[in-house]
């Protein structure tokens, strides 16, 4: 898969091309060569620190923790070792083809995305898996590259979602879309970090067929509702939990909070 990839690059290189790229690790069955392992010594994996005095979970964010209720401390470990070998054995890969954009010198002509389709719980709130709309789940790794962009080699805090890397490679190229897009060009971040090109992101997961999980993040808070809010609501405040660990949804004090999010959820999903 890899090799393909970086033929089809040295193939490409003198013509403009556009190559999507999927690398399956570090999903399971967790297995990389033994080297990515040993870049981890066994007994050395920290564990997530869960407080002890967190909120009672809301049942429908994660049903099925029972799963793992019987892992041992070891093999807790063992299960973030082997994750951890699959993303440095995945950044190997991804290596390469740095490597060869050097080599054929395209990083001046060329866009890079490199990204995550999700994120993964490795012990936090018991799961271990992912499919939830917690920071942990639903947050994904991103690092972009814009030839001339003002922006590169800055981290930046602004909130982006999946929906608007098209719109930014059409903004880039000078295209125009050919329908409406939802997304937007991340442009102004790019060239400055500190802008921001939306005030909320969004993430949903389902429950079955009749229990649908969504989520509303902003800059501060992340609110959840599950089936509309018959199932349970959730608040979290990233400037003191950044876990998501003390849920506030049904604490008197952040009423208002409550409300201002409701509606921002609703814009977000908007139904008949």
């Known amino acids: 898969n890899n090799q393909e990839l970086l033929k089809v690059v040295e193939a490409q290189h003198d013509r403009p091309f556009f ?16 080297k990515y392992f040993e870049y981890y010594p066994e007994g050395s994996t920290q564990l997530a620190n869960e407080p002890a005095d967190r909120s009672k979970r809301v049942k429908m964010a994660i049903p099925n923790d029972h799963q793992f209720a019987d892992f041992t401390d070891t093999e807790r470990r063992e299960f973030k070792r082997a994750y951890q070998a699959g993303v440095s054995f995945a950044d190997a890969q991804v290596g390469k083809l740095m490597d060869l954009l050097d080599d054929l010198e395209l990083w001046v002509s060329t866009i ?11 012990g936090e709130h018991d799961w271990w898996n992912k499919v939830t709309v917690f920071e942990d789940g639903a947050r994904a790794p991103m690092m972009i590259w814009v030839p001339d962009a ?45 802008s921001s090109v939306k005030e909320a992101a969004y ?10 999980g969504r989520s509303v993040r902003t800059p501060r808070w992340r609110y959840t509702e599950w089936a509309h809010g018959k199932h349970g609501v959730e608040l979290y405040d990233h400037l003191k939990d950044p876990g998501e660990y003390y849920n506030l949804g049904d604490n008197p004090e952040y009423t208002n909070v409550v409300s201002q999010m409701t509606e921002l959820l609703g814009q977000g999903f908007l139904t008949k």
């Open 150 to 194: 003002l922006g590169m080699g800055q981290p930046t805090d602004s909130l982006v979602e999946f929906i608007d890397l098209y719109p930014t490679l059409t903004d880039y190229a000078g295209l125009k879309a050919p329908h409406h897009l939802s997304g937007m060009s991340l442009r102004p971040i790019l060239d400055d970090p500190l």
């Open 19 to 34: 190559i999507g790229y999927g690398i399956h690790k570090p999903h399971d069955p967790f297995i990389a060569p033994k």
């Open 112 to 122: 890079v995305i490199v990204m995550g389709d999700h994120g993964y719980h490795l």
């Open 203 to 212: 993430t949903q997961v389902t429950r079955g067929p009749n229990a649908m």
